[in-house]
């Protein structure tokens, strides 16, 4: 049985999810930040996922990023695995803009987590399900 890390489910809002992978909003506002998470149990690298598995996340971390450059338009997608804090396989998809806060240089550690207006929340969330409509489902 598939479970979120516990720093996930503090961290994030769910947004929806794919065949694969739920879709979540990470609550730091210094950044547009999704990250998809696959939903099976105990997988910690992207190896550890079946061909298929592995098939089915690229073709979902496509549409997010393709996504994020329809709603932002950003300099560049900072699309990364890392998990040396959250072993649990992730995959961030961040929308980067050279005014950013902690442009040129990585997110992680540059600067406190911005807090979002609860309505600014809310919209990047029904924006994104609106990007991918017919392609996520979403449990209210």
């Not at 739920?22 to 105990?42: K, T």
């Not at 592995?54 to 699309?79: C, R, T, Y």
Request: proline share 4%; glycine share 6%; aromatic share 8%.
């Amino acid at each position: 049985m598939f479970t979120l890390d516990e720093r996930l489910q503090k961290d994030t809002q769910v947004v929806g999810c794919f065949e694969l992978c739920l879709l979540l909003l990470h609550r730091d506002s210094n950044y547009p930040w999704f990250i998809l998470v696959p939903q099976r149990e105990g997988l910690t690298e992207i190896h550890h996922l079946s061909a298929a598995d592995q098939q089915l996340l690229l073709g979902e971390s496509a549409l997010v990023a393709e996504a994020l450059e329809a709603m932002f338009s950003p300099d560049k997608l900072n699309i990364a695995m890392l998990g040396n804090i959250v072993a649990q396989l992730h995959i961030h998809h961040v929308a980067r803009f050279k005014g950013d806060i902690s442009w040129p240089g990585p997110i992680w550690g540059a600067a406190p987590a911005g807090e979002y207006k609860a309505l600014v929340f809310d919209q990047r969330i029904d924006n994104m399900r609106q990007q991918l409509i017919g392609k996520i489902t979403i449990d209210e």
